[in-house]
């Protein structure tokens, strides 16, 4: 308008444009936009009180104290309890201009990188793995475990498992860790979903050092992890159904048999009805590595072991206190035997 203003009116531009008549001739104020924030603070007492003053009572009756450590909500609440008419957006904001909110505790800072593709087309065998976490009840401790299968996408080979009644990121490094022996990758995709376990900043760091890129699927969605899915959905059908656990013991037994047959023996209609085993082998009879034991991963955990000569791992990882004194109660048994 500025431009063409010395040769049509303002209406007439206004006109043109099709904007109001007010628009023309709106000018922005300085200063910050919206209503000013309040200098005072009313109480109970009917009283007004500099907001100076609301800051020197939270440093001097909350503050002061020993172990205090609040935030702004916690602090809303004590300056209510002193008789402040006060909200919490308001202390918020006299917090912040005074340097007095808590340091903010940001979790998982690295990005995550999100599927793209769901499905994997061209992986070769150990180039594309897919990980997941399922349920299994156990009849004779009626609890539920937490069985961890490691699958690769290329082969449906199951390269890695383990059974436990709790899973945290360790167990996942150390199931992952046992995969990773015997070949150095140039680049590993995992594909996981956003479980605890699987977005821990351990398990990110072990990947990092170790060549492997995360990918994670989107939230509700486990069609973008249909690979594990699918081997869980068999492992339901053909297992977990038929059989009724007595021990984690025994379901650790039949899951070794199982995976086993499914590596070695199972047709599997998308490999052509063979084995995965066997289509490793014809279809790529020229790869590097050859198609290891799925070995359950939950018993490398510490440096004393039952025997360090069949310990399957180098990797190891600190005791709890529990399981220390365990270890030291299992070393006096065998000392005294």
């Not at 200098?39 to 500099?50: A, C, R, S």
């Not at 977990?240 to 379901?251: D, N």
Request: net charge positive.
């Amino acid at each position: 308008m500025q431009a063409f203003g010395r040769g049509a009116s303002k209406r007439k531009l206004c006109q043109w444009l099709k904007l109001p008549r007010s628009s023309g001739y709106y000018k922005p104020g300085e200063g910050k936009r919206g209503v000013k924030p309040s200098t005072h603070t009313l109480t109970h007492e009917g009283q007004l009180v500099p907001n100076e003053q609301v800051i020197n009572t939270l440093i001097s009756e909350v503050f002061s104290q020993e172990f205090n450590l609040y935030g702004y909500q916690l602090c809303t609440e004590e300056l209510r309890a002193m008789g402040f008419i006060i909200n919490a957006k308001k202390t918020y904001r006299l917090m912040r201009e005074n340097g007095l909110l808590l340091r903010q505790v940001k979790r998982n800072p690295s990005p995550r990188q999100w599927v793209k593709w769901r499905k994997i087309k061209d992986a070769q065998p150990l180039d594309y793995l897919c990980m997941d976490i399922k349920y299994v009840y156990i009849h004779g401790a009626q609890r539920n475990a937490y069985l961890l299968a490691i699958i690769d996408v290329a082969t449906r080979y199951v390269v890695g498992w383990s059974l436990l009644y709790s899973i945290k990121h360790t167990d996942v490094i150390l199931c992952l860790h046992g995969v990773m022996q015997g070949f150095r990758a140039k680049h590993v995709m995992l594909r996981t979903d956003n479980g605890s376990q699987f977005i821990a900043q351990g398990l990110r760091n072990f990947c990092l050092r170790n060549c492997i890129t995360q990918e994670f699927t989107h939230v509700a969605t486990p069609q973008e992890n249909s690979y594990v899915e699918s081997l869980f959905s068999i492992l339901e059908r053909e297992v977990i159904q038929r059989y009724e656990f007595e021990s984690l013991y025994h379901a650790r037994d039949v899951f070794e048999r199982y995976f086993n047959w499914h590596n070695h023996k199972k047709r599997r209609h998308v490999l052509g009805k063979i084995s995965p085993a066997d289509y490793w082998h014809t279809a790529f009879p020229c790869h590097p590595v050859k198609p290891p034991k799925a070995v359950s991963g939950e018993f490398v955990k510490g440096d004393d072991t039952s025997e360090k000569s069949n310990n399957l791992s180098s990797l190891v990882l600190p005791l709890t206190n529990s399981e220390r004194r365990l270890s030291l109660l299992n070393r006096m048994t065998r000392d005294l035997s």
